[in-house]
């Protein structure tokens, strides 16, 4: 049943992956005055200072920005802290300068850079945003103790609940309680990020690698870490395997234990970005084809894409934290026969999964 | 290949600022919440036992109170059996001392004619005696002066007689 479900997951993961090439290599094609692959490339990257829209054109006009703090870290030089402004239109400062948004130092040494960039910017805003719905959530019940929810946390409490339920006592069973605050924390991070993301203006940055691969490496740490004898058994010894085949099997389980966590990282990231290329692709066809009669097919292919990711955006942080779960639930599986039949799920979770 | 090349920098404040928001989440958040809900829930689901074991007490309250009104029945069934048997055990009491009285009260009474019948029967006799005496006296006055023995004969003759 999980191993099912897990294949419909990625299944439809690809097929929006899928959309990815394909609108690149439009943009790849068409070289124009007006570069679609840069222009969303740029969107859906990282920078050191947050553009909301430039009044006017590219060199003349008006850019409304908010400058963000450049950290850097040189062994040579040590920590030099100053604002990005002083780095805008390829200018350089204290011996640093922006090439294609990567902090590069004059003299070719090297620059570790810790700046707080749009993306990190995003992420404390974000940070800051989880704490406030959430604690507000709390305080809640701290003023209704058992009573009915209201407001806010009305809103939020079948979600947790959900997640607590459908999610964390299914997959982990009954040592799930330990996991919670994490597998909580990660929905409800992926979730808001997604949704900030997808506000005009905001950061990319649950479709950044960096972040995807932090919280990939967070869990396969929490897998590794809460562990036990079975599920190394499992990948040492495989049941139901003839010794012979032992030496092809084990180094495939070992790469199973990555593979599980970067596919987490991939999925998430491939994702949202692929979700936002298409937006920005729609709405580079009004730009490329220079005509208002574009305007309302890209608009109602954007919304509806829009409207997709929205959806996603719910959809990617509840597999994340159920294949989260998941993990997790094989690492402290305790040892039962019944589980070496595939497909033991009951019913109504199948055809949960088939609703996907 | 840029977008698919992590950073550093991003990589160490995704780090620390997920990790802060996941110690404070933990403590202020996800562990009071999780625990009222946990709390709430087994509040209703003691509430709902609760409201079961009532039921059950109800349920054998009522059964109670009808083995008792049952028994009441019976008793009250009992109490009055009692009484009828008593009733008619009475009746015929005084039935069966009222049939013994008036059977005693006939035989003294049979008694006591039977004794006036014998004092009248001899007074009877006597009178008859001394009347046939006489009769016999006037008559034999004349004729006779041994009265004893004239008695004595009249005597004979009046035993020979019989009254009845």
Redesign the interface.
Known sequence: MKRLLLALLCLFSFSVYANEPTSTQEEATDKEAFSPGDMI?HH???AHEWHFATLGDEEHGTHLTIPLPV?AYRPSQGLSIFSSSQLAEGKEYQGLKLE?E?LVSEDGSKV??????K??AS??LS?AL??IV??S??GG??KR??GAPKGIQSFF?PI??FV?DEVAKKSIGPKY?RY???L??VFF?IWFNNLLGLVPGGANLTG????T???AV?TLLITLFSSNKNYWHHIFATPGVPKPLLPIMIPVEIIGIFVKPFSLMVRL?ANI?AGHIVTLSFISLIFIFRNIGVAPVSLAFGLFINTLELMVAILQAYIFTLLTAMYIGGAVEEHHDADYQIGGGDGPEQAHAHAH | M??????????????V??G???L???A???????S??K??ES?IEGALRMADQAKLEMQQLKAGNEKLLAEARLERDRILKEATDVSNQLIEQAKNKATEEGSRMILQAREAIQNEKNAALAEVKNTAAQLSIDIAERILRRELTDQPAQQQLVDSYLKEVKLN
């Open positions: 490339l859906i990257g990282d950290i294609h990567h570790y850079d810790f700046s707080i960039t993306n990190v992420l404390m940070a989880l704490l959430f604690t959530v709390a019940y701290a103790g058992t409490e947790i609940v607590r309680e919670m605050p994490y909580l924390t991070f950044n690698i960096a972040v691969l932090t919280l967070l990231f970005t | 840029q977008i698919v090349t992590p950073e550093l920098g991003l990589i160490f404040w995704q780090l600022i997920f802060i928001v996941l404070l989440l933990r202020f958040a996800w562990k009071p919440i999780l009222s809900l709390e709430r509040s």
